[in-house]
Each structure stands twice: as structure tokens, then as C-alpha cells.
């Protein structure tokens, strides 16, 4: 057989004393996909940075080949023509990768003339090419953006455009869909698809090297399987052998891990908590015209919603991002006042009581946000975050009592009394969920609403999480709100789901029969997507 495209052998990455990685083999051929699957520290991301010398303050020992050539023993200069070049790298999260400060126009036409040699006016005549064959609408108009002006569909599109600049024999793809919807992440693994199928028409084959956690898109997009568990790979295969005949527990566990539905009965009488109609929220937008701004126009974020929520019940919400579901959230936490419409909350309409009414609601209408690490202040211990809203809410409380209901709580969500006086960046992304979860129930909420709760996490932690609000739910008798784009998590704690659609609801219904038998076409694209 020919000599694979990138080999590594018995490669071991190091931390100081710390080992990451230990005694790595594997190998990708010329036009090869090849994912490379496993939780949050199992060596995935540091094996893939490594390839490219990506990683400062490390020791990578073993043999790291690039058709033939050890990249370890490369100089610096060396390694800088090769990354961009020869292989390319999609990151994760496209906002942190992509440079602020610079239109994504300059940061691409930046690679093609230093990789390509190509002038000014030719590199962005060519952007303007990558950005419409990736399939960003308007290229010409959206190469002078900056990241913040698009959406993370169109980011992750841009960057795609940006590592195919110079027609890479390696693609290294590290969780490109993770933050994604359904139907977005579908557009853009097929057309990595299309790309790679493109390059090989050509004669250029590239190798695809994913990275991820989503075995759903390992399913629909690799063609064989390696799987990290804690720094070593423990099995590797063609796919389909690895999902239907898994050898290794690990690998058995990982797949036994994918989210299943567990959904009590709601009891016939259960009362009504919030009852949201026709709820309509609208924000002012600047009319651009041909000689400047003409005025405000309104855009419409929420557009007549009804929804319900009974005590221990979860209702999910589900759509595309710049559907509506964080601006009808907010309305629901009494965060932003409608333009139109009602919510009423206990039998009584929200805008009816007072400030200080509203104030104390906030206590029983609690909040957990999409990222754990986002959500909580670097600077403050677990007990300072979660015992920030009992001095708020329950100043007669003393520091003890303070302090036994915290130590109370940490142990409902799985966490020792000893974390009390960690910080935030010294747990993991399951663990920080759990703080979260903590700091919201601690204050007896009647209503939690869940903003993406799992969508950061691994599959096997996210399973660890619904269980989690699952046993909450029944012991307080809690009612969710779960926003999500995943339908698998709706699927599996959802009473009922919500569809919505540029701020309208679609659909409506029990969760099952809604995914079962989609009667919108926006509702049946998203649940193909979602296969």
C-alpha cells in the first residue's frame, strides 16, 4: 500500500510530569476521513494541535510523519509553511479563532498571500471565490465583515474558507459543528463533503482528520472510527463496525451514552405555573438608505407566543439561532417587557405587581445559562456564587444557616462540601454545569428555565446532567423551559415542545408525536437534520 498520508507512532505528549497523550499510533490516507472520538480530556485536541506545533511548554515524544517527513524535527520556519499550507486546521469556536479586530476578508487574503504569493487585488478576488464556495450568500458584500457582524453558521463558513485557501492535503477539523443547529451542521458537514469531493475530482485528494464528540455526525461523515479514552486509544475501525459491534467498554459505554427519553406522567391535575399569551416582542432597527440612515424600522423577535407550563412539567423550545427562543426567555424571566401580550405567573399577571413584587419573583423563576464557564464569575468561590442570591433573597438567614443550605444543595447536584471554596477554572465543564444548576435551585424556584444546559458537554456528561435535572424535577417538583437546537436532549426530558421559527411557533405538541409525525416543513427539516 502507498505510504498514508500522516502517520504517528507511539506518540506521547507531556505536560511537565503531567502525561496528555501516551502511545499514540494511527494513520491517515490520502482522502480519508477519519474521526477521532472521546470525552473532554481524553488527548483529541492536544494530539491534533501537536501535529502542527500548535502547543507551547510541551513535550512530544514519538514520530509525528507528514508523507514521509517527521514533523518534530522540522524548523520553526518550516512548520509555518506547512500549517495553512499543506494542512489546515478548522477550530472549534470560529468567534476565539477568527481575529476581532480585522474583516474576515483581510484574514483570509492574509493566508493567500503568504502561503500562495498572490497580490492584494488577485488574494481577494480569490476570497471572494472560497466565500462563495463555501456558501456565504452576498461574498462580495460579506468579505468587508467583521466576525461579530455574522452569524455562527456563517463564522464557521468563513474559517472553512479560510483553511481551504490553499488547497490543504489535510484537513483537521476540531468540533466544527458543536454550537451549531441541526440544519446548520448539516449544511456544513456536507459541504466539507462536497469540498473534499470537489479536490479529488481535481486530482488533489484531501484527508479529513474530525474531531468530536457528536457521534451522530461520526456516523453520517467518517469513514473509520479511533476512539481516545483518558490520553490512549483503546479501539479503532471502519464505522460502521465500530457502532454496530463495539469491542472496547469504552467505546460500548460512549455509544450506550447518546441521551434517552425517561418522561414521568404529569398528573391530570397538575396546576398551571406560567401561561404566556400572545406575547410579542419587538426591537428598534436602524432603514439603511442610499444616502444613510433613513430612520428606525422594528424588528420582530417574538411574534404573538402562547405557551403554557404546568408544575412538573417540561416543555422544550426548540429552533434555529435568530428564532427567538433567548428573546422569549428573557420575556419569561421578567427580563425584557413585551410590546403585547400577557404572562401570567401563579395565577397573576407579572406586569401587575409591583417592583417589589417582581423583584422577589425573580427567586422563584431561575435561570441556567448555555455555558457554565461564561455564566460564572472567575473571581468568586463556589460558595460566594452560590450563596450570592440567599443574601438577596434570604437576608434573615445567618452565615451558618447560609452555609448549611449551600453545603445542602452542592450535595443534591453530586458535589463534595470541600468545593466550597474552589474557583470555577479548577472544575470541569459537567462539574461547572452542576454549580450552576446549584446557585439556581438553591433559592426553591418553581420555574427553571434551561438555556442549551448540555449543549457544551459530552455526551456521557450531558446523560450525567439530564439525570441530574430528571431527579430534581421529581423531588421539588420542578417545571423546565428547555431551550435547546438538540433534539435528542428535547426528546429526552421534554412533557411537550414548542417549534419556533423567525419568532413565530410553527408547531406545538407532545414531545413524541410531534417527532414522530412533524406537521410543519420547518419542523420536519429540523428533525432530518437532527438524524
Known amino acids: 500500500m502507498a505510504e498514508p498520508l500522516l502517520s504517528l507512532t507511539d506518540v506521547s505528549i507531556r505536560f511537565g510530569a503531567k502525561p496528555a497523550v501516551e502511545g499514540l499510533s494511527m494513520e491517515v490516507r490520502a482522502g480519508e476521513r477519519l474521526a477521532l472520538v472521546g470525552e473532554s480530556g481524553s488527548g483529541k485536541t492536544v494530539t491534533a494541535l501537536s501535529i502542527l506545533r500548535l502547543i507551547a511548554n510541551v513535550s512530544v515524544t514519538g514520530s509525528i510523519r507528514l508523507e514521509g517527513q517527521e514533523l518534530l524535527s522540522k524548523s520553526d520556519t518550516d512548520i509555518r509553511r506547512i500549517r495553512g499550507g499543506d494542512v489546515a486546521m478548522i477550530f472549534q469556536e470560529p468567534m476565539t479563532a477568527l481575529n476581532p479586530l480585522f474583516t474576515i476578508g483581510s484574514q483570509i487574503v492574509e493566508t493567500l498571500t503568504l502561503h500562495e504569493g498572490l497580490a492584494p487585488n488577485e488574494a481577494r478576488a480569490k476570497a471572494i471565490q472560497l466565500l462563495a464556495r463555501t456558501g456565504v450568500r452576498e461574498p462580495d458584500r460579506r468579505i468587508d465583515s467583521y466576525p461579530h457582524q455574522l452569524s455562527g453558521g456563517q463564522r464557521q463558513r468563513a474559517m472553512i474558507a479560510m483553511a481551504l485557501a490553499c488547497r490543504p492535503k489535510l484537513l483537521i477539523a476540531d468540533e466544527p459543528t458543536t454550537a451549531l443547529d441541526p440544519t446548520v451542521r448539516a449544511r456544513i458537514v456536507k459541504l466539507l463533503l462536497d469540498l473534499q469531493a470537489e479536490e479529488a475530482a481535481r486530482g488533489r485528494p484531501m484527508a479529513i482528520l474530525l474531531i468530536t464528540h457528536d457521534l451522530h455526525l461520526v456516523r453520517r461523515f467518517a469513514q473509520r472510527v479511533a476512539?481516545?479514552?483518558?490520553?490512549?486509544?483503546?479501539?479503532?475501525?471502519?464505522?460502521?463496525?465500530?457502532?454496530?459491534?463495539?469491542?472496547?467498554?469504552y467505546t460500548i459505554r460512549l455509544l450506550n451514552s447518546l441521551p434517552v427519553r425517561q418522561v414521568e406522567k404529569l398528573p391530570d391535575d397538575a396546576p398551571i405555573l406560567l401561561d404566556a399569551k400572545g406575547l410579542r416582542v419587538e426591537y428598534p432597527k436602524p432603514v439603511p438608505g442610499w444616502r444613510g440612515w433613513l430612520g428606525k424600522g422594528r424588528f420582530v423577535a417574538v411574534a404573538g407566543a402562547d405557551l403554557r407550563l404546568r408544575a412538573g412539567e417540561t416543555i422544550g423550545v426548540v429552533g434555529e439561532s435568530g428564532s427567538g427562543k433567548s428573546t422569549l426567555a428573557q420575556a419569561l424571566l421578567n427580563l425584557i417587557r413585551p410590546q403585547a401580550g400577557e404572562i401570567v405567573f401563579d395565577g397573576m399577571p407579572i406586569a401587575a405587581r409591583s417592583k417589589a413584587e417582581r423583584r422577589k419573583l425573580r427567586a422563584r423563576l431561575q435561570v441556567v445559562f448555555q455555558d457554565p464557564f461564561g455564566s460564572l464569575s472567575p473571581k468568586r468561590t463556589v460558595e460566594q456564587t452560590v450563596g450570592e442570591g440567599l443574601e438577596l433573597h434570604f437576608p434573615h438567614l445567618s452565615a451558618d444557616e447560609r452555609r448549611a443550605r449551600i453545603v445542602a444543595v452542592l450535595n443534591e447536584v453530586g458535589l463534595p462540601e470541600s468545593a466550597l471554596h474552589s474557583f470555577p477554572h479548577q472544575f470541569s465543564g459537567g462539574q461547572r454545569q452542576r454549580i450552576a444548576i446549584a446557585r439556581a435551585i438553591v433559592l426553591e424556584p418553581s420555574v427553571l428555565i434551561l438555556d442549551e444546559p448540555t449543549s457544551a458537554l459530552d455526551v456521557s456528561i450531558q446523560n450525567q446532567v439530564l439525570d441530574l435535572?430528571?431527579?430534581?424535577?421529581?423531588?421539588?417538583?420542578?417545571?423546565?423551559?428547555?431551550?435547546?437546537?438538540?433534539?435528542?436532549?428535547?426528546?429526552?426530558?421534554?412533557?411537550?415542545?414548542?417549534?419556533?421559527?423567525d419568532g413565530e411557533i410553527v408547531e406545538d405538541g407532545d414531545t413524541e408525536q410531534v417527532i414522530a409525525s412533524p406537521r410543519h416543513p420547518y419542523t420536519q427539516s429540523l428533525i432530518q437534520a437532527s438524524l
Open 469 to 501: 435535572l430528571r431527579r430534581l424535577q421529581a423531588k421539588y417538583n420542578l417545571a423546565y423551559v428547555l431551550i435547546s437546537h438538540d433534539l435528542s436532549v428535547i426528546n429526552a426530558l421534554a412533557h411537550r415542545v414548542y417549534v419556533l421559527k
Open 227 to 249: 476512539v481516545m479514552e483518558r490520553g490512549r486509544k483503546v479501539e479503532e475501525g471502519p464505522t460502521e463496525a465500530i457502532f454496530t459491534d463495539p469491542q472496547h467498554p
